[in-house]
Nanobody, 128 residues
Framework: QVQLVESGGGLVQAGDSLRLSCAASGGTFSNLIMGWFRQAPGKEREFVASISRSGGTSDYADSVKGRFTISRDNALNTVYLQTNSLKPEDTAVYFC?????????????????????WGQGTQVTVSS
């Protein structure tokens, strides 16, 4: 069973940056397509970014494109989300997710239901 643990969230001011991390265990990390989602209170879970097994291809929600960067280090079994130029509307619990797969499609991995494993989330709060 794959286990995912996020870290790196915190309270920051608008314009600041955070690097979120998601450490995986219990499986072969390089077999996992990885994604980041976020959820604010009272709102639906929202796709943020995803990345292929090798890290060579990625996809972003329009709301974060140009500000956030997803990356992975397969040697460290970790996926990252670098969040720059943070805005108050970025405030949410950020979750990482994983799916065993061998074909990456950005559109497919925008859907939360298509992932098999989830972390517990890390809180990002951006003040104005």
């Amino acid at each position: 069973q794959v286990q995912l643990v996020e870290s790196g969230g915190g309270l920051v001011q608008a314009g600041d940056s955070l690097r979120l991390s998601c450490a995986a265990s219990g499986g072969t990390f390089s077999n996992l397509i990885m994604g980041w989602f976020r959820q604010a209170p009272g709102k639906e879970r929202e796709f943020v970014a995803s990345i292929s097994r090798s890290g060579g291809t990625s996809d972003y929600a329009d709301s974060v494109k140009g500000r956030f960067t997803i990356s992975r280090d397969n040697a460290l079994n970790t996926v990252y989300l670098q969040t720059n130029s943070l805005k108050p509307e970025d405030t949410a619990v950020y979750f990482c997710a994983a799916k065993r797969g061998n074909t990456y499609s950005g559109s497919y991995y925008r859907t939360a239901q298509n992932y098999g494993y989830w972390g517990q989330g890390t809180q990002v709060t951006v003040s104005s």
